[in-house]
């Protein structure tokens, strides 16, 4: 089984461009998570779907649009990048019950310039 | 969710045991304790988790205490491959089932 498994790994833009951070997950999982982590802090969920066909606001979702394109696959897209956007995003998958937690991608690294 | 309190960072000598402390005072009745780890850039990995009973699995040992106000994860022979930052978490298992993360101990296994 592959988990979790995100596209691209690495990723420069310049301000104002958009782009789509893709993630797929084969584990038959409900929920799905796309998380932020800037240098040395810890991670910030930015927007989360806890089924097909929902999505929620996280803890810092402004900039951001996502969507559940079905049970697999959930995308993040930035609409105009910007600097303040740089940063490793992380998305993550889980079952309920939780009995095992989360599986978490390997991350893209986004700089935007 | 309850907020954690953590050590930011702690030393430990390979082999040694290594003990990670986290209080979590405000801790409601349904609330699990979670453990991650992040080795270096790498996304989270999922430790151990547990409600009010000590766990053990093949990467770690949970302790929480009786009033369940802290808990101690337990790494029994540390390794140069355990420096990591550390995550304690707490949250309800059928809440709105997202996992929000502190900033963890960074625990730096040396030679």
């Known amino acids: 089984n592959a988990g979790v498994t995100q596209t691209p790994k690495f990723q420069v833009l310049k301000t104002g461009q958009s782009m789509t951070l893709q993630c797929a997950q084969d584990m038959n999982h409900n929920s799905m998570y796309w998380y932020r982590q800037d240098p040395g802090m810890g991670l910030r969920l930015i927007y989360y779907s806890a089924s097909e066909g929902t999505t929620d606001k996280g803890e810092v979702p402004n900039g951001y649009n996502v969507s559940r394109l079905n049970k697999r696959e959930f995308s993040l897209r930035l609409e105009s990048a910007a600097p303040s956007q740089t940063s490793v995003y992380f998305c993550?998958?889980?079952?309920?019950?939780?009995?095992?937690?989360?599986?978490f991608g390997s991350g893209t690294r986004l700089t935007v310039v | 969710d309850a907020k954690t309190t953590q050590p930011p960072s702690m030393d430990c000598a390979e082999g040694r045991a290594a003990n990670l402390p986290c209080n979590h005072s405000?801790?409601?009745?349904?609330?699990?304790v979670y453990w991650y780890r992040q080795i270096h850039s790498q996304g989270p990995q999922y430790i151990i988790h547990?409600?009010?009973n000590n766990e053990t699995n093949e990467m770690a040992s949970l302790i929480i205490t009786e009033d369940r106000k802290s808990s101690t994860l337990i790494l029994p022979h540390a390794t140069l491959r355990d420096t990591a930052v550390y995550y304690c978490?707490?949250?309800?298992?059928?809440?709105?089932?997202?996992?929000?993360f502190g900033t963890g101990t960074r625990l730096q296994v040396f030679p």
């Open positions: 978490i707490v949250r309800a298992l059928y809440n709105t089932d997202k996992l929000i």
């Open positions: 993550a998958s889980s079952s309920e019950p939780m009995g095992y937690g989360y599986t």
């Open positions: 547990g409600l009010k």
């Open positions: 405000t801790i409601s009745g349904n609330e699990y």
